[in-house]
């Protein structure tokens, strides 16, 4: 293979959220009020619409812009958030949400429970577009007996209902008829108000002095969206950024030994996976889709991609997950089997042609497929890559699904029902690559009324095993996520979401 030398070891290890970094003294002074942070991002926003939007990259600029009805502690535990309070009936069908008082949003209306039930009822409505719709399928009204009160009735015991009001996606509360001008010029309660984008380059956000939990340190954050990992570490490096979030991996070990920058990492950051969309012919041969399982070195490709910045993974659930399925093992690289498989299906070397789709937003993904390309054509696959812009990959792959192979990764999917069902089952929202199988369907809707959190484990479980069996997907690998920022950013410890994805700089500030 003609690549650069792999690494010799990973450097994380599954089963546990590793949190550590290396902060200058200086970042821990008093914070101060005041300052433009400047942010290098490394991937591009797309929709501003929280409710429509897909994509980790634009989520991850909206958390400071919006605030959802609850939320989750450090160790994913739903506490409250614009609800003051949350309870839950006995039949486990209704659910009352207490508001707090004095929440406004950056339109300068105080929220109420009119703006609670317009938006679960705009996320719900098939014509918002809303990537979490489903969240929403079991709800049979919602009342609102006074400004500071919702009750939300289910049809049916929907065990995860809370925890997906947790994420952005679905939880977040938007003014009443807001939603005309969310996707351009986004209203939230959040800390920052949302100023302009200049599509592709650059996000401005302002401190909101009315925030509910008070306002922000920082008076601006300019989010400079630089995916380019390189140019993105030379601002860092001559002063231009404050702050950049995925340090190159190949430039980790240099920058954690260099006294001139903070680095903060933790596992993971995201998840891997190979797709295969299921409605191109060769792919709805499970024989077809396992040889090419077969054919990928996942150690490998983990060295020669990402720097041993993170670590192989049979399974996408959250390590720390009980419905971690433990018991999955990656499928060794074996070109004998896979070219038998292959023979099997009636393809011989050479026969079967197919395009890699491979976004530039992620340069890991394009050195990914540089990778697996030797191995495929190793393997008798006829094998191009074809190089997107994040916005074409989105409108191609995920919109249009005009695709035979292609990579991507998920942040945040740290509730099972969010991942499991939203990816695999027939109808979830992110399920692209048109997987249809009656049987994760099967499981994914029992999972939704099982209301025992172990019993609910071992279906999702039985999910993992469903998809490794039937090849459905390949997991890859988990990633490491990293920050670096000049020792003038103050709170970085505060800057993480426990979900791993999701950046807040509501505590952030800059020392003079």
Known sequence: MKRRDFLKS??????????????????????????TLIWGHSETTQNLDMHQTGTA????????????????????????NLAESFDLSEDGLVYTFKLRSGVKFHDGSDMTSADVKYSFERCKDPATGAVNFEVFNAVESIETPDDLTVIVTL????????????????????????????????????????VRREFGNEVELARFDDYWEGPAYLERIMIRE????????????????????????????????????QVVTWFPLNWDFLNMN?????????????????????????EGALWGEGAVTASPSYPTSASYNHDLVQRPQDFEQARALLAEAGYGPGELKVVF????????????????LEWFREGGVDMSIEQLTWSDWLSQVWVDKDFQISMMNFFTLWEPDFLYYSLWNTT??????????????????????????????EIYKAV????????????????NGSIGALPSVGGLDTVVHPNGSNLNFHKVWLNA
């Open 57 to 80: 990259s634009t989520g991850r600029v909206l958390q400071n812009v919006h605030s959802s009805i609850v939320t989750v502690d450090k160790d994913l535990n739903v506490i409250p």
């Open 278 to 302: 299921h409605d191109f012919e060769p792919f709805k041969d499970a024989r077809v889709r396992k040889a090419f399982d077969l054919m990928i070195d996942k150690e490998a490709l983990l």
């Open 428 to 457: 979830g929202a992110f399920n692209y690559r048109k997987i249809s199988d009656p049987v994760i369907d099967e499981l994914t809707e029992k999972a939704r009324i099982t209301v025992d959190p172990d019993a609910r484990a």
């Open 464 to 479: 993992q095993q469903r998809v490794f069996d039937e090849t459905h997907d390949v997991y890859l690998w988990f990633r």
């Open 357 to 372: 789709k491979v976004t530039t937003n992620y340069p890991y993904h394009v050195e990914a497929a540089q990778i697996m």
């Open 10 to 35: 990973t450097s994380a290890v599954v089963g546990g959220t590793i949190l550590s970094s290396a902060v200058p003294a200086l970042a821990q002074s008093t914070p101060v009020s005041g300052g």
């Open 226 to 261: 630089i995916t380019e990992p390189t140019v993105r570490l030379t601002g860092l490096r001559t002063g231009e950024l404050h702050m950049i979030n995925d340090i190159p991996a190949d430039r980790m070990a240099e920058i954690k030994a260099d006294p001139a920058f």
């Open 155 to 194: 049809n049916s015991i929907n065990a995860p209902f809370l925890s997906r009001l947790a994420e952005n996606g679905a939880g977040v509360i938007m003014p009443e008829g807001s939603g005309e001008v969310q996707g351009t010029t986004p209203i939230g309660a959040g800390p920052f108000k949302f």
